[in-house]
């Protein structure tokens, strides 16, 4: 049998067996998460109802099929001969497989369609049901079908094929998802990606796959800090993901993009910003300096000696405020400018904290990711020099700017010259793309991640190139599909094959 080409799901997999409490017809458990991922797979999928079916389950199926681009086909036994033509028309036939997914509630039907030479599926069968035909599959949930359509391409395709389990929030997932980067058939490099959901057993779905990409951050219940120069003592994670680690931690040979402990230091902004301080191995005679910007740790913004210790950090104001813990938590991007030491006293900015330098940088900010040995940037509006702002915070009492950094930036006026997100489109002369190159390749070694983000600012009376900020697998959206997405399928693929050529040499010692 050839790869999976088409999905006929029958009306009695997606529909609950009962109304809800206003009458309305209403998805069983799991038909959104798989419509979701079918929607985006790039396989040819239909919702098939029979004649008999009411008004309003056929309005809430034809409803589904436009909002996830599926086809509706009507598919009684008496008229199976004509649906199935009617889908190969419609879908082509290459000699590649269909699939069609129903449940024990149409037996008869689904005899008709096996002869027919397509796989069948069934959902929930009763326990009177023999699970003894080796020409049909058999699944318990619909979560469990994304697991079974890569087993089937996986055997359908070559012996080199590397699995890619992922698990990430549903908005990040849909944000890949409809970019193309996970495909349940193979890629031309040769990964197929699984979907892994905590609603089946872990330990079952990483059976079948050689590599998990994850963004761990998503899943961060809470993070314990400590008031000492220690880093991080503590990240608390959800269920599925704790099980998830759980296993990584019993396979050390098991290739992650990448181990927690790798990602851990982009939780803190303090531990970046130690970290990043050994840039200076990169500066040389007559180019401008990449470097972090100064900082400094505070427990309490009440604490007497405050300004002296802004001084030694040589800090000076304004400063922008921001919580040590970076990610995972609800309030880790709630930030603020502070224009006079009295805008320390009751600030509204989680602690401990660290104070960083305000950088005046024409409101350009350069976003880099990197992708494995790859290496792209886009250019983003970004905040204004300290003298618009401190205009802007004179009007407001003096008081401080506070700000949610994932939802909107303080602005004094818009930024004439780009777009937001612009890829290479801004002939900025001042960036040293070689420069922060460099420092790309120097923190992929010193942090051992596989995919990562920074933002750069460029001072504007120095030239500093000036590292604000770092996180872990960002989505790279500015960037074009055409260049993002095989690079990041190369990344994934470069780290598998590291993974196992250090086994490999391990094992020969």
Same mark, same amino acid.
């Given at each position: ?93 290459? +000699? ?61 395709? #070559? ?118 301080? +050994? ?59 502070? /224009?006079?030491?009295?805008? /320390? ?95 790309? #390749? ?33 989505? /790279? ?10 690079? /990041? ?21």
């Amino acid at each position: 049998m050839g790869a999976i080409a088409g999905i006929l799901l029958d009306s009695s997999v997606l529909l609950a067996s009962d109304d809800d409490s206003n009458g309305n017809a209403s998805l069983r458990p799991g038909a959104g998460y798989l419509l979701r991922r079918l929607h985006y797979s790039k396989i040819h999928t239909g919702i098939a109802y029979g004649l008999g079916l009411s008004a309003h389950k056929v309005e809430l199926l034809e409803s589904m099929a436009r909002q996830y681009s599926f086809d509706c086909f009507i598919l009684n036994a008496t008229t199976v001969e004509n649906t199935m033509n009617e889908i190969v028309q419609a879908w082509g036939d290459n +000699g590649r497989s269909f699939l069609h997914v129903i449940s024990n509630k149409n037996i008869d039907l689904f005899l008709n369609i096996q002869n027919r030479g397509w796989m069948i599926v069934i959902l929930n069968v009763d326990s009177d049901i023999a699970r003894d035909n080796s020409s049909m599959l058999y699944i318990d949930k619909l979560e469990e079908l994304p697991l079974t359509i890569c087993r089937l391409n996986r055997k359908a395709s #070559s012996n080199d094929i590397v699995t890619v389990g992922y698990v990430m929030k549903p908005s990040r997932e849909e944000d890949f998802a409809k970019r193309g980067a996970f495909p349940l058939y193979p890629t031309q490099n040769g990964l197929i990606f699984m979907p892994l959901t905590f609603e089946l057993t872990m330990s079952s779905q990483l059976q079948e796959v050689d590599i998990v990409l994850h963004k761990a951050t998503d899943e961060i219940v809470s993070v314990e800090m400590s008031n000492s120069s220690e880093f991080i003592n503590k990240v608390t994670y959800t269920r599925g993901m704790q099980e998830l680690a759980r296993f990584i931690e019993h396979q050390p040979n098991f290739c992650v993009i990448d181990p927690l402990n790798n990602i851990y230091p982009v939780l803190d902004r303090l531990k970046i910003q130690q970290i990043l301080l +050994g840039l200076e191995t990169l500066k040389r005679e007559g180019r401008c300096e990449v470097r972090p910007p100064n900082f400094l740790k505070v427990d309490n913004f009440n604490e007497p000696n405050l300004v002296q210790r802004l001084s030694e950090a040589k800090l000076s104001l304004p400063c922008i405020v921001k919580p040590q813990v970076a990610c995972g938590v609800a309030d880790a991007h709630s930030m603020a400018i502070v /224009f006079g030491v009295e805008n /320390f006293e009751g600030l509204n900015v989680p602690l401990p904290a660290v104070v960083q330098e305000y950088v005046d940088h024409s409101s350009s900010l350069f976003k880099f990711y990197v992708l494995g040995e790859k290496v792209f940037y886009a250019v983003k509006k970004s905040t204004p020099n300290a003298d618009i702002l401190a205009k802007l915070s004179e009007r407001n009492g003096p008081k401080p700017l506070h700000f949610d950094s994932l939802k909107s930036l303080p602005t004094g006026a818009e930024n004439p010259h780009f777009g937001d997100g612009d890829f290479h489109k801004v002939n900025d002369q001042r960036l040293d793309v070689g420069l922060v190159t460099d420092a790309a #390749s120097w923190l992929r070694r010193m942090l051992n991640l596989t995919i990562f983000g920074f933002d750069v600012v460029i001072q504007e009376r120095t030239g500093d190139h000036v590292i604000v900020d770092v996180n872990y697998l960002p989505s /790279f959206k500015e960037v074009p599909d055409n260049d993002a997405i095989p690079a /990041f399928w190369e990344a994934i693929k470069r780290k598998f094959e590291l993974t196992e050529t250090k086994q490999t040499t391990i094992a020969s010692s």
